[in-house]
């Protein structure tokens, strides 16, 4: 089945007809749209706009490509193209051209072509009629064309200035936060808070590996205490940072696993034996201090 | 350079894969724990083709698409194919020698895995990782 | 047959210590083990420390055969410990599903032995 916004065959054979004709009459008719042009408030002012050198050479360049692709069905097909509009979309956005300046290009266009072949056709009442019905529709698919793509092409830009302004703050955000806490000679905490993601786990993990290695710890207390939800993934991630941290010789241990949490673990069937918990951090602290043959007592015993 | 052709016939030449996928990937900007990862998976495709095809091929390349830059392995030997793939890619899977192929854990090391075999008609593994 | 590569195995204080320096092929991987296996048994000694301070890269083939000669030196009554592996490969040990676990561990050669020491000290103590 046909697509609506597409040229029939009666269409393109009328186009192709056409297409001699407007060749013959190309400077006229470029001369004519240049007149109408100079007159559109759409346009900017300047080289650019209604003044401008480049928009004639601009203007007579898209008249010899337009002729050229009437006349034959791969022209046609490639004029009426999503990559060649997605182009010049893409160009025109980028000279800061809005979308009224494009409709202002196919109008133009449009309001000269047509009457000229209303005219030159007049006494050929059957092709007169079929070229008008295909230049009708020709018109209606650029329109819808460049339409779809500027709105496209805006989207996307959209997005990729989203993505960076994200990439940015994201990395602000990670050279805010430190990794790891050096409480005691050879004990780290690695406190984590808020959600933990693949890209985070394994920024903590490596930050987790260097710290051991920059302050020579045996003993590292991980912190989830500010982790809201800890699933397989998360738990999976946890315990990769766990054994590789034992492979630079050093224990971990886990602590702040709250009931929600614990619950969670439980039903999913996340194993984590072999791995010490402790309730909070205070507990971890005193349990790392008791490996190290160390307590915690007042000053002045009695 | 940006493609590297390392034929695959003993031992020696696994280092050699591996020494050039981690020259690679440290050409291209990869931190040394991604080059780590690279020279790693490369190492045990590299391993799989002398055990199971007595020799083969790694080609080592940089690609890009479009956005990022990455590094490439192709891996390739004539040897028996691997008959169930699926099998294979299981973890804790291990052929009679108790080496096993090390295929599910080169997958987790890189970004992009895939692999053509067949049993007459050799391996084919490409890996792929990307520069964030 | 290739050029082995021989890793010297010194003797300090009364463990071994062996320090991987070049990126070892896997004949001459074979052949370390053999040769480690050899001086635990000719010189008795309680303690090994397998140094991979210089290795960047580490693939399950090595990573399997460190886990074999920490099981077979501790029948042989010896006490492995692997020191100085890299953060990067250390990670991908991990990621490859080579946590070897059972081995112990420290982060560098100092440490080694003084976990070693403590060690003798406490087997010798009796709290074996």
Redesign the interface.
């Given at each position: 089945m046909a697509h609506f916004l597409s040229l029939t065959e009666k269409d393109k054979a009328a186009l192709h007809q056409c297409a001699p004709l407007l060749r013959t009459h190309l400077e006229e008719l470029y001369q004519q749209r240049m007149a109408l042009l100079s007159q559109a408030e759409e346009l900017p002012p300047g080289p650019q706009g209604r003044e401008g050198a480049l928009l004639a050479s601009f203007i007579h360049q898209a008249m010899e490509a337009f002729v050229e692709a009437l006349a034959t069905d791969d022209g046609l097909e490639n004029y009426l193209g999503r990559s060649r509009i997605q182009e010049e979309v893409r160009t025109q956005i980028k000279a800061g051209m809005g979308f009224n300046v494009l409709m202002v290009g196919i109008a133009s266009n449009q309001q000269v072509v047509v009457p000229f072949i209303v005219e030159q056709l007049a006494d050929q009442p059957a092709l007169r009629r079929d070229a008008l019905q295909a230049l009708l529709r020709f018109y209606a698919i650029e329109s819808a064309l460049f339409g779809q793509c500027y709105i496209a092409e805006k989207e996307r830009v959209i997005l990729e200035t989203q993505e960076r302004i994200i990439a940015v703050q994201k990395q602000a955000i990670q050279e805010l936060s430190s990794p790891v806490i050096q409480i005691w000679e050879g004990v780290l905490v690695l406190p984590l808070v808020g959600a933990i993601d693949s890209e985070r786990a394994r920024r903590m993990?490596?930050g987790l590996?260097?710290g051991?290695?920059d302050h020579?710890a045996?003993h590292v207390i991980i912190d989830i205490t500010g982790v809201p939800v800890v699933d397989t993934s998360i738990a999976n991630h946890l315990l990769?940072a766990i054994?590789?941290?034992?492979?630079?010789?050093?224990h971990c241990l886990l602590v702040g696993i709250n009931a929600e949490v614990a619950q969670t673990m439980v039903h999913l069937g996340i194993d984590l034996s072999?791995v010490i918990t402790r309730a909070n951090l205070q507990a971890g602290i005193e349990y790392v201090l008791a490996r190290m043959g160390l307590g915690v007592e007042p000053l002045n015993k009695r | 350079m940006n493609e590297r052709r390392i034929p695959i016939r003993s031992d020696l030449d696994i280092v050699n894969a591996r020494v050039g996928a981690r020259d690679l990937a440290k050409a291209l900007g990869f931190g040394i724990i991604d080059q780590a990862r690279v020279a790693t998976a490369i190492s045990e495709l590299a391993r799989n083709i002398v055990l199971y095809a007595g020799s083969g091929e790694v080609l080592l390349r940089r690609v890009h698409d479009g956005r990022r830059v990455g590094v490439e392995a192709i891996c390739v030997d004539q040897g028996p194919g691997i008959p169930n793939i699926e099998l294979a890619m299981q973890n804790g899977y291990s052929t009679s020698n108790g080496l096993g192929m090390g295929l599910p854990g080169t997958k987790r090391l890189m970004d992009e895995f895939e692999i053509e075999s067949a049993p007459g008609q050799g391996t084919r593994v490409t890996i792929r990782k990307w520069l964030r | 047959m290739s050029d082995l590569i021989r890793v010297p195995i010194l003797q300090i204080e009364q463990f071994l210590v062996a320090s991987i320096q070049v990126p070892l092929h896997d004949s001459s991987a074979v052949q370390f083990r053999d040769d480690l296996l050899t001086e635990i048994h000719r010189t008795r000694a309680r303690g090994l420390i397998l140094d991979m301070t210089a290795m960047d890269v580490v693939d399950s083939f090595l990573g399997k055969l460190i886990g074999d000669v920490a099981e077979m030196a501790g029948l042989m009554g010896a006490t492995v410990v692997i020191t100085g592996l890299q953060p990067a490969v250390a990670i991908t040990l991990v990621e490859l599903g080579l946590s070897l676990e059972g081995v112990v561990t420290a982060l560098n050669l100092e440490k080694g032995m003084a976990y070693l020491r403590r060690r003798l000290a406490q087997e010798e103590a009796g709290y074996e």
């Open positions: 993990t490596e590996l260097t051991i290695k020579q045996e990769q054994r590789a941290a034992r492979l630079l010789g050093a072999g | - | -």
